[in-house]
């Protein structure tokens, strides 16, 4: 007898016959994908699918809540992402090999008549996200399937300080998961305060990570975005010369911002917001047809031949 969650059917416990028995047009398959990452010393390596997980179920919900007669149906989930952290404990694999991976998910889905690939996702790697925004452009391409990737579009509002989304989740600069909260600080903190409380040790003793000042390289990219900074292509420049100078700094913590002021609610307020930008997505890919690349392209996007440089 095949496995069926509260919300929805797991792939891999499925029969041939029962795969085949679902109305494709009304199935929406779903699949967690994050790399296993060094999260400073008070998360888990794991941190960003735990994320990614619990916003997998939340999205199940949105599906059963608004569309009536689908299906969810989960693939496992994929430990497998790039760009993060160059530290211990982290593992990383070629952008250029996230991306044929999902490609290669999507044209097995699309071969049996399904539209549709939900990802959960924790992960804001520039490279990563490239990874899955060329994943998705190429999938409807060549077979009209749809990658949906909502953090590629919700990473940027939280980098960019997008007053109507900071607003959806209470939070400010510093905390929401920007330049200066870039990993496993106040937000993903609280976050997994949410997700998974056991998992978070204390940090009451850790000190917060303040941003390094960008230099040499890094340094003519933050001058050039700030000089467009009422662009999106400018505070995208902003953000990679900030991130260059944090991996490149020789006393680099295995996290950015103050993990102290994580608290759940926090971290709660940014999943219900996350899940508000994801619903929306839904609608206009699903109701609309709305090619899913175009609503969310992640930072860097014009960028994106930088996945074809090594890990």
Known sequence: MSKSTTAGKEYVHLTLPELEALDKDKTICLITVSPIEAHGPHLPVGTDIFIAQELQRRYMKIINGHYPGFTCLTLPDLYCGSDALPVTGSLSVRATALEAVLLD?????????????????????????MALYRAS???????????????????????????????????GPGEC??????HAGTNETALLLAV???????????????????????????RVGAAFDQTSWGKDLKHLANTLAWISDEDMLAYMGDP???????????????????????????????????????????????????E
């Open 196 to 222: 998974r409380p056991d998992l978070v040790k204390d940090t009451a003793v850790i000190a917060a990570s303040l941003p390094p000042r960008p230099k040499g390289f890094a340094k003519l990219l933050y």
């Open 137 to 171: 452009t190429r999938a409807w391409k060549r077979w009209r399937f749809a990658i949906i990737a909502p953090f590629n579009l919700v990473f940027r509002l939280m980098v960019h300080h997008d007053e109507e989304f900071l607003a959806l989740t209470g939070l």
């Open 177 to 182: 998961g920007d330049d200066a909260d870039a």
């Open 260 to 310: 102290k002021k994580g608290k759940t609610a926090a971290g709660e307020a940014m999943l219900n917001a996350r899940i508000k930008a994801a619903e929306k997505m839904l609608d206009e890919v699903i109701k609309q047809g709305k090619e899913p690349a175009r609503l969310a392209k992640p930072m860097l996007h014009w960028l994106h031949w930088l996945v074809k440089l090594p």
């Open 105 to 129: 998910y999507a044209q097995g889905l699309a071969k049996q008549g399904f539209k549709y690939l939900l990802v959960a996702d924790n992960h804001g790697g520039p490279r990563d996200q």
